[in-house]
């Protein structure tokens, strides 16, 4: 069984910075692939970013690319998401999701998904 809490969400105003972060607990290759996704009130749930633990590949859409940051601590079994040049669009509630398969959790569909925590970034 795979445990996920995030934290680090909160409201900033546009053009600012928040650091997500996600602590895993469970087996280590029942979460080898880790991400984020993000969803707000009546829309699809978007995927935003991605990291392999096996040779730390990354995965970011493109409306977060240059702007976001996906890294693991190993040590500490966190995910983190650094987000940068925050834009009101990025309002959301924000997932870490974890699966064994990379192909599962880039599909949308992880086993394993925190609770959420909010961000809000107003202009």
């Known amino acids: 069984q795979v445990q996920l809490v995030e934290s680090g969400g909160g409201s900033v105003q546009a053009g600012g910075s928040l650091r997500l972060s996600c602590a895993a607990s469970g087996y280590a290759s029942s979460r080898n692939c880790m991400g984020w996704f993000r969803q707000t009130p009546g829309k699809e749930r978007e995927k935003v970013a991605g990291?392999?633990?096996?040779?730390?590949?990354?995965y970011y859409a493109d409306s977060v690319k240059g702007r976001f940051t996906i890294s693991q601590d190993y040590a500490k079994n966190t995910l983190y998401l650094q987000m940068n040049s925050l834009k009101p669009e990025d309002t959301a509630m924000y997932y870490c999701?974890?699966?064994?398969?990379?192909?599962?959790?880039?599909?949308?569909?992880?086993?394993?998904w925190g609770q959420g925590t909010q961000v809000t970034v107003s202009s």
């Open positions: 990291f392999y633990r096996v040779g730390g590949t990354t």
């Open positions: 999701a974890a699966d064994a398969s990379c192909n599962r959790l880039w599909s949308g569909y992880p086993q394993y």
